[in-house]
């Protein structure tokens, strides 16, 4: 079992910048990747970002690369999510995920409770 707690979300202005975080607790050592997801009111949760644990390449989904950056600090088993510029359709839930670097977009295997991030214009 894996425990995620996201935090860091609220309300940021367009162009600003903001900083989540996702505790990891439990089953540690068989963390291999971790992502982010978002979802919008209305509309499905889509992949944000991923990283893997061991190594830390990324990925990005097309809509925050070069302005959003996940990293990873192991030894307090914590990833962050840096969105820099938010645009107001930025504005999501974003969750927190345990999965596979080979496939973490298609499938998770634990999921945070979320965190609010709100972009205003």
């Known amino acids: 079992q894996v425990q995620l707690v996201e935090s860091g979300g609220g309300l940021v202005q367009a162009g600003g910048s903001l900083r989540l975080s996702c505790a990891a607790s439990g089953s540690i050592f068989s963390i291999n990747a971790m992502g982010w997801f978002r979802q919008a009111p209305g509309k499905e949760r889509e992949f944000v970002a991923a990283?893997?644990?061991?190594?830390?390449?990324?990925y990005y989904a097309d809509s925050v690369k070069g302005r959003f950056t996940i990293s990873r600090d192991n030894a307090k088993n914590t990833a962050y999510l840096q969105m820099n510029s938010p645009k107001p359709e930025d504005t999501a839930v974003y969750y927190c995920a345990k999965g596979s670097w080979s496939d973490i977009e298609y499938g998770v295997d634990y999921w945070g409770k979320g965190t609010l991030v709100t972009v205003s214009s």
């Open positions: 990283i893997r644990w061991s190594g830390g390449s990324t």
